[in-house]
């Protein structure tokens, strides 16, 4: 029986191949004139600084961001915001700045789907924070849910300094090993929205309806 | 005596609601392209390197196919190959018996739709639910999309509203917050409850074997995150090169499709989760669809195949604003449609698509890999008369007008005859009512008549008199 | 640049062959003695090669490529015959022979050659004046309110936009109003407009509603097909929009 799948499986394959083979020899496919040139090499000093284009482009998205100047600016701010709130985080020790320090009694990647779900505010750190388009990075990993940016009302992500980039392609190249390792990676760029129904903004569909950044040194 | 198409966009001609749902929608939509691409540095050439990528990766697409294959499979994904729909649908729900599925959850994916997945898996005895907020709604409806990236286009609020009173019980509403909120706490239970989530793919890295897919409701994240399976159904033609060229598409695709810089949730997938990580599926399943595409790329209009489905030829297109998406008879609408739809399922039953154009180039002038849409068009029509699909009379005509057109003496004498015909059979200027071929013209407007004297007799006429 | 100043520079051909077109040549004669006077005006000689007939459109963009190559043969014949520029008052018809004569030829070495050679030599009239001869300044002058109407294969096929609009703003007395989605399509492509009437007639009468709506007295644009579609839809709506091609306002004006 398993063989007999196997066989069907490199049946299609090796008709399809065949197929696409067949197929290349007669495509009519436009050739890029000689002189145009095949990667895009964006000046390397941006006329703005990163932190600046992040904080413009993610407000204008409706992002709220605060920038912080300690690692004690950012434990106060964090306790602000999740303060008599259920939250759901990634593992503490997942977490800058020692922010398992203040985060007690909360839900976290090992807890069961129902627990996670009811969850009202979920804390992330990232992996990247990309200037041009103002969006938050996440890996994939032990302890660092992918649930805890998606299921909650409210999403707060804490970025360093260091992790801010001008683009996803220099995302790419710093974190190309990473990257690797991981099993997905997700790019997070303002609150869930749709426009589905007359073109009209709504937001918080599926995902968070509030999106918060706190950048610390 | 009409075709099907003739009668479909004559219904939708009629339909006054769908018409200035769809005005008002095209023009907001081709206005947030066009401001979206103004704040893109070097736009020309983002797109000229993403489309010469693209038709370069299709000159060797079997070395991509199975070096994107080698990096799924070394990611710990299971890479399956369909040749049709019926069989990429058969492979689902081998997948799902498989894993004792008995809830799938869809994010938006128009090759599912291509292959009516929905319908397989629920004949396998699985309930399954899109939730694409606008395809859950067309689900509701047991309706189709009528736009890539719009499904919904062609309803007005308080249709969705009707919808979800009479389909999930929910009180009347025509304010779109709170139709998006019925539909957030009704999906809310079925993204916990799945135990497979199904999704197309936006793009296919071939140096990574990496999915990734766009979306802005947050669906697309759940769907690959909170089930234990994932399967991506994708077509073969869905690769780009490298990550550095997914940026750029990227960057294209969401200003093309919605006027973003970048969709909310873009998110890269490349397998399973590790044993020790908690989130993620267990299971990554890839089903490389062909359906007819490797026959598109043996053609004329193999550039298709580098369309990225981003919806922005049908907001230009003054074709799909009349007519809608459903007139175009399949999943693919508008000017891309008019390509792929008889590319995939051949030009016999679809000959009216492309001859369904102005050739206006609206279409191509916002393709952002500046797709040569009028050109493929114009050879499709070449290809249905190759293939002997016209009628009579068009042939008897084209051939009479071959012959005539060569000869300057026959020219001049059928020119005369015409004229004389036309003028006869008026006194005015104009014709309202013209027989043959050129009924069709005063259906909806008049026919100037030939001049008494055309311009090479006037011209004549004043040398000799100089 | 004004045409003494032209004809001091050299830029003035002295003499052209005119490619009138078939829909000139039967339905609209008066443009084609508008050309003709115009560029006689600006001292340019004008030859009308008699032997000419039709691009082959008709059966191009209906798919009949091999009816369309015999008629396309025949036209690069007789366009060989003669040299010096070629001036095409219809911007269909000029891409026809500019872009598609290519695309028609493209396995057929000796005839892509002279297709080549004649496309080369070609030239949309607006183009031809501000292009070729370098001229906007052509001291006409008109009282009217006018609206033009871009044709698609003129702006997007041969990429002409600004020169009609600048030989047009260049018409003393012409006021000139820029129409609402001006790049729209009005429906004509062709045996498009008879095949999908309902389609078509919906695409002008949008443009004609932009027309009207734009107060405008007449409407001007560089294609004949457009133009027949337009001045057809107007006529059965009743409007007294007037219609024109840019030649005919021209020549008005150099009187």
Redesign the interface.
């Known amino acids: 029986m398993a063989s007999e799948k196997a066989w069907q499986v490199n049946r299609a394959r090796d008709t399809i191949l065949a197929r696409v083979r067949l197929a290349e020899r007669t495509a009519l496919l436009p050739r890029a004139p000689a002189e145009m040139p095949r990667h895009l090499e964006f000046a390397s000093q941006p006329a703005e600084p990163c932190l600046e284009r992040f904080q413009r482009e993610a407000r204008a998205l409706g992002i709220e961001t605060f920038l912080e100047a300690s690692a004690a600016g950012v434990r106060n701010r964090i306790k602000t915001l999740v303060i008599n709130r259920r939250v759901f985080s990634w593992d503490p020790e997942l977490l800058p700045y020692d922010l398992g320090s203040i985060l007690d009694n909360v839900v976290l990647s090992r807890d069961t789907r129902q627990e996670q779900a009811l969850a009202e505010i979920g804390v992330t750190g990232c992996d990247g924070a990309i200037a041009e388009t103002g969006t938050l990075a996440m890996l994939s990993g032990r302890g660092k849910s992918r649930a805890a940016a998606l299921l909650p009302p409210v999403h707060v992500a804490v970025a360093q300094r260091s992790d801010l980039c001008l683009s996803m392609s220099e995302f790419f190249r710093k974190k190309s090993g990473k990257l690797r390792a991981a099993a997905s990676c997700s790019f997070i760029t303002g609150p869930s929205r749709t426009a589905d129904i007359e073109l009209t903004l709504t937001v918080g569909v599926h995902g968070p309806g509030r999106v918060i950044v706190v950048i610390g040194p | 005596m009409s075709s099907p198409f003739q009668q479909r ?2 219904a939708a ?1 009629g339909d006054q609601g769908l018409r200035s ?1 769809l005005d ?2 095209t023009a ?2 081709g206005d947030r392209r066009k401001n979206a691409f103004s704040s893109l ?2 736009s020309d ?2 797109r ?2 993403s ?3 693209k ?2 990766l ?5 070395g991509n ?2 070096r994107f294959e080698h990096a799924l499979q070394d ?2 994904a299971q890479v ?4 049709d729909g019926p ?1 990429a649908n058969s492979i689902i729900v081998d997948i799902a018996r498989q894993g004792r599925v008995k809830l799938a959850v869809k994010s938006k994916s128009m090759v599912t739709e291509e292959t009516h997945l929905n319908e397989a898996l629920e004949h396998a005895g699985m309930e399954v639910v899109d ?4 395809e859950y ?1 067309v689900q509701l409806a047991r309706s189709r999309p009528s736009h890539i990236i ?3 286009i062609h ?3 308080a249709d ?1 509203g009707r919808v979800m009173e009479q389909r999930i019980g929910v009180p009347f509403s025509d304010d ?2 709170t ?2 909120r019925y ?2 706490e009704r ?2 239970t079925y ?2 409850r799945a135990d497979m989530g199904i999704t197309g793919a936006n793009f296919g890295v071939v140096e ?1 074997g990496t999915i990734c897919l766009v979306t ?4 697309g ?2 769907v ?3 089930p234990r399976i994932h399967v991506v159904l994708m077509g ?1 033609e869905k690769l780009v090169p490298t ?2 060229h ?3 598409f ?1 960057k294209i695709l969401a200003r093309s499709a ?1 006027g ?15 044993r ?5 599926p267990e299971e990554v399943h890839v089903i ?1 669809l ?1 359906n007819g595409r ?2 598109i ?7 298709i195949l580098g369309c990225i489905r981003c919806g922005a030829c049908l907001n230009a297109c ?2 799909y604003k ?2 809608g998406g459903h007139a175009y008879g399949d999943t693919y609408s508008g000017p891309i449609g008019a390509i792929v739809t008889p590319g995939l399922k051949g030009l016999h039953d679809w000959k009216d698509l492309p ?8 279409c ?2 916002v393709c952002p890999v500046r797709l ?1 849409i009028p ?1 493929m068009l ?1 050879s ?6 190759e293939q002997g699909l ?1 009628t009579f009379d ?2 008897m005509a ?2 009479a ?8 003496n026959l ?1 001049r004498f059928f ?1 005369a005859l ?2 004389w015909v036309l003028r006869r059979s008026t006194q005015q200027a ?1 014709v309202k009512t013209a027989p043959g ?2 009924a ?2 005063t ?9 008494a ?8 006429a ?1 040398k000799r008199g100089k | 640049m004004k045409p003494a100043e032209a004809h001091q520079s050299g830029a003035l051909p002295a003499k052209v062959q005119l490619f009138h077109t078939c829909l000139i040549n039967e339905v609209f004669p008066e443009v084609g003695m508008s050309v003709v006077r115009v560029l006689e005006k600006l001292g340019i000689e004008v030859e009308v090669p008699l032997r000419q007939t039709c691009c082959g459109q008709p059966a191009y963009n209906a798919g009949f490529q091999a009816d369309a190559k015999k008629v396309a043969r025949h036209m690069i014949t007789v366009l060989h015959q003669a040299d010096g520029p070629i001036v095409i008052p219809s911007g269909s018809c000029a891409d026809m022979v500019i872009h598609q004569y290519a695309v028609l030829f493209q396995d057929d070495e000796k005839w892509l050659a002279k297709a080549h050679s004649v496309a080369a030599r070609c030239h949309e009239f607006s183009s031809f004046l501000v292009d070729v001869v370098g001229l906007t300044q052509i001291g006409a002058r008109v009282r009217a309110r006018i609206a033009y109407h871009p044709s698609c294969h003129l702006s997007r096929g041969l990429g002409v936009q600004q020169q009609p609009r600048e030989l047009l703003r260049a018409v003393a007395g012409v006021e000139m109003i820029e129409l609402r989605e001006s790049e729209e399509c009005c429906g004509f492509g062709g045996l498009f407009s008879v095949k999908n009437p309902e389609i078509s007639g919906s695409m002008m009468n949008r443009k004609l509603a932009a027309v009207e709506c734009s107060n405008a007295e007449r409407l001007v644009s560089c294609d004949m097909g457009c133009l027949l579609q337009l001045a057809g839809g107007l006529h059965r709506r009743g409007s007294s929009i007037k219609t024109q091609h840019l030649a005919q306002l021209l020549d008005e004006g150099m009187q």
């Open positions: 966009v004559l001609m749902a008002r929608a907001q939509l540095d070097h050439l983002i000229d390197i489309r010469y990528a038709m370069d299709l000159r060797d697409l079997s196919l199975q990611n710990g399956h190959w369909a040749e069989r939730t694409d907020l606008g709604i719009a499904p919904i309803m007005s609020r969705v779109p917050q139709l998006a539909a957030r999906l809310r993204f916990l990574t802005n409701e947050g669906n994240g759940m690959t995150t909170l073969i990550l550095a997914l940026d750029l990227l919605t973003q810089k970048l969709s909310v949730y873009t998110t890269l997938v490349s397998g399973p989760r590790a020790d990580h908690e989130s993620g490389l062909d490797s026959n790329l043996a053609g004329e209009t193999a550039e003054p074709v009349n007519i001859g369904a154009s102005s050739l206006c180039g609206a191509r002038e040569d050109k114009l499709l029509r070449k290809t249905s008369i016209s068009m042939r084209m051939t007008f071959g012959i005539v057109a060569r000869s300057p020219y020119a015409v004229r104009w071929l050129a069709g013209w259906k909806v407007r008049d026919l100037k008549v030939p001049a004297k055309n311009f090479q007799q006037q011209w004549r004043r």
